[in-house]
């Protein structure tokens, strides 16, 4: 008579059985976002030190001839200098990725998306620190970029950072790989 009532797709739990745990089996993987996100920000943020104390109001260097060469500039806008005059909001939009990452992490199982929001959360954080701390002002600064590739924006490496976290999470999501560790084929 039991088993008649109970719900079809339900588990057949007995007397004493413990039910089954809801939680992918495995560790958490916030010990590795947070190396990950601290290595590239520490990177990050010596690199750009010594890009302003060495670099900065000197002429560029060139690295791979004209393809590739360091030149100091101060960003205060996003990629490819748009937005010079949002500079807030883009420091308000870092501020809710960092968020973001660190509540998406309590539900963290899986490396790959471990390795990916610490590159997206070491990458935001050094942007973010230069945005609070630089000149012009706290929320206004601007982002030291240095690395300058013939016919493309300059950079830094916290935006590599940002870019190469972006895209793992969209090959992880194509393979369908969740952060919870689960996989699933849509």
Not at 74 to 99: D, L, M, S, W, Y
Request: some cysteine.
């Amino acid at each position: 008579m039991a088993e008649a009532e109970r719900i079809i797709g339900t588990p057949d739990v007995g007397e004493g059985a413990e039910p089954e745990p809801t939680e992918p089996k495995g560790h958490r993987r916030i010990a590795a976002l947070l190396v990950v996100a601290v290595l590239a920000y520490l990177i990050d943020l010596g690199s750009k030190m010594v890009v302003v104390a060495k670099l900065e109001h000197q002429q560029p260097i060139e690295v791979v001839g004209d393809l590739l060469k360091f030149e100091a500039i101060r960003n205060p806008g996003a990629a490819f200098g748009f937005g010079e005059a949002f500079t807030i909001i883009f420091t308000c939009i870092a501020a809710t990725v960092i968020v973001v990452i660190v509540r998406l992490a309590r539900k963290l199982y899986s490396l790959p998306w471990a390795i990916a929001l610490g590159l997206l959360l070491g990458g935001a954080l050094g942007n973010l620190t230069d945005r609070i701390f630089r000149s012009p002002g706290i929320f206004r600064g601007a982002v030291v970029d240095f690395i300058a590739p013939t016919h493309f924006a300059v950079f830094n490496l916290a935006d590599s950072a940002i870019v190469c976290g972006g895209v793992l999470i969209v090959l992880l999501s194509f393979k369908g790989l969740d952060p919870d560790g689960t996989v699933h084929k849509d």
